[in-house]
């Protein structure tokens, strides 16, 4: 699960986006805002801020930095570019991976004791 969070005047954004499920969370001030499944090199979030202004997120995946790379729009104005890494995002994976692979052999140990 890679991780976007950015305070914008007076809100608390963040985007939980998973490199494994495709599935991408919004959040405004801790309050879940947006949900969506993406599989493709990137998405777009469209928000209200407290202020009545307009938002937008724009999260992508750049091939030649291999950085996933997070714009922040406040009414069609770029406010904020946040990236995360190669070794972010490969740590990330490596972490999903593992937590499969202890459910699984659980479950195997499971199924042959009983």
Sequence with gaps: MVTFKYDLNQDNIELQASNWSGLEQMYINGTHV???LNFGQHSEHNLVLNDGKQ?????FFDPLTEQ???RIYKQNNLVASLK????ELYRSRKLTQLGILAMGIIIVLLLTLS
């Design 34 to 36: 947006s949900s969506k």
């Design 55 to 59: 938002a937008k997120l724009h999260l």
């Design 68 to 70: 996933l790379i997070c």
């Design 84 to 87: 995360q890494g190669k070794e």
